[in-house]
C-alpha cells in the first residue's frame, strides 16, 4: 500500500482502545477451536502461550501502525512469536465479526463505569439536597422569578434526570452486551464452530444470531451516542446554571478553587471554565452523535470499512460524557452555597402572586381567572398588596370587595409568606421540605439498588474472563 494510503484506511485511534478486546476475543476464539477439535491441543497451548505474552508486552508491542489494524498486528506478532501455527488462529473468523465483537467489549466497560460515576453524581446532588430542604430560593421560569422553591426540590429535580440517563445507559447496554463472534464476514463459516462457547466466554448475555446483521449493525452504538448526548444536554443545563449563579448577579454560589481558572489579565477574576467546557464538550457529543447517524446512513448489508469510521467517533463521545460526569460532581462536592443570598432573592419580583391568587378564590370562591386578574392588576406596582390595595382592584374589575367575601389582612399576610408557599406545597412532587425529604429518601434505595445492578453486570463480565483466563493459562501449560 501507498504511504499515505496506509495512513488514510487505519484505524490506529479506536484500534488502541479496543487492543485488550481483540486478546480476549483472540483467547476465547482460540479456546473455542481446540474444544471443538478444529485445531490441535498442541497448536491452542502454543497460540494461547503467546497471546498471554503479547497482552502482558501491551498495544505498543503490537505495532499496529505499521498494520491494517490492530487484529493484523496482533495476528502477525503471534505468528512473528510462534511460527506458521499462529496463522490457525483466524480459522472461521473474520475483521468484520471481530472488530464488532470488539467494540462491544470495549464499550460495555465504558457503560458501566460511565453507570457508576453516574452514579456518583446522582449520590452527590441528594446528600447536598439533603441539607437545603429548608434553604429557600426563587425558582424561575423564562430566567423570571416564578415561584418560591428550595434548593434542594432543585437539586433533586437535576438528580432526576441524571436517573433517568442512567435508566436510559441500562437499556442500551441489553443491545450492547450480545455477542456478534461467528458471523465472520457476513456469511458465517463452514467450520463447526460453537458459537454460544466464545459467547459465553467473553460475558456476553447472548448472542448477535443473524451473522449478516451481527457484521452490519452498529445500531448500539448509535444507541449508546443517543444516551450519552441526552446525558449530556442535562450536564449543560446544570453546567449553565452554575455559570449564572456564580456571576455576582445571582451569586447563589462560590465555586471551589479547584474548579475555577483565573484570567491572564483581570486580577479579580474566578472564571468557571470548567463548566463552560462541560457546555462546549456537549455540542462535541452531538456532533460526534450526528456522524455515526450519517455514516451508517443508507449503508448497503452487510460489512463496508465506512463502519470503522464510526468507532473514533463513539470513543470520542463516551470519554467527553465520563469526563463531564466527574466534573460536574467535583463541582457540586465542593462549592459553597449562599443560602442567605438565594433567600433575600425571593424578596424581589413579588414570586407569592400565584399563592394569593389561589387564597383568593379558596377564600372567596371566585374563579381562579378572575383573582388572576385582580393579582396581576395588583403585581405592576411591584409591591405585595393590603387587603385595602386589593379590595380598590376588585371593586373595580367586579363589583365586589373581597374584604365583604372573607379576605383579611391576616390571610393575605399568610398567602405572601414565604415559607408558607412552601409549606404548602406538599403534595407529591412539591418543594415542602417533608415533601423533599421523602424523595430523597426514596432516591437513595434507588441509588443503592442501581449500584447492585451495575455489581452484578460487572461481576458476571469478570467471573466469565476469569474464567476463560484460567483455561487459557491449564491450556497454555499443556
Ligand atoms: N478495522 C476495521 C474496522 O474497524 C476492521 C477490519 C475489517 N476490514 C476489512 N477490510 N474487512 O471496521
Known sequence: MDKEVAKFTSSIEADQWMFKADVLVDKAHVVM????????????????KALDVIEKNGVASVNISTHEDVHMAIESKLIELVGEVGGRMHSGKSRNDEVATCIRIAIRDELLELMCELVGLRQTLLSLAGKHTKTIMPGFTHMQHAQPTTFAHHLIAHADAFERDFDRLVDAYVRVNLCPLGAAALASTGFPINRERTAQLLGFDDLIENSMDAVSTRDFVI??????????????????????????????IELDDRYASTSSIMPQKKNPDVLELVRAKTGSVYGDTMSALAICKALPYSYNIDLQEVTPHLLKAVENTRASVRIITGVVDTMQVKSDVMAAATEVGFITATELADTIVRVA???????????GALARSGEKPTVEQIDVVAKKMIGKRLSDMGLTQEIVDEALDIEQNIRVRSIRGGPSPDECERMIKERKKNIASDAKLLKQKADKINVALKQLNAIVRSGAQK
Open 223 to 252: 444507541e449508546c451516542m443517543a444516551a450519552f448526548a441526552n446525558t449530556m444536554v442535562d450536564l449543560s443545563r446544570i453546567a449553565e446554571e452554575f455559570i449564572l449563579w456564580s456571576t455576582p448577579e445571582f451569586d447563589f
Open 33 to 48: 477451536l481446540c474444544e471443538q477439535g478444529i485445531i490441535s491441543k498442541d497448536d491452542c497451548s502454543v497460540i494461547l
Open 365 to 375: 370562591k371566585i374563579p381562579f381567572r378572575t383573582a388572576h386578574r385582580i393579582v
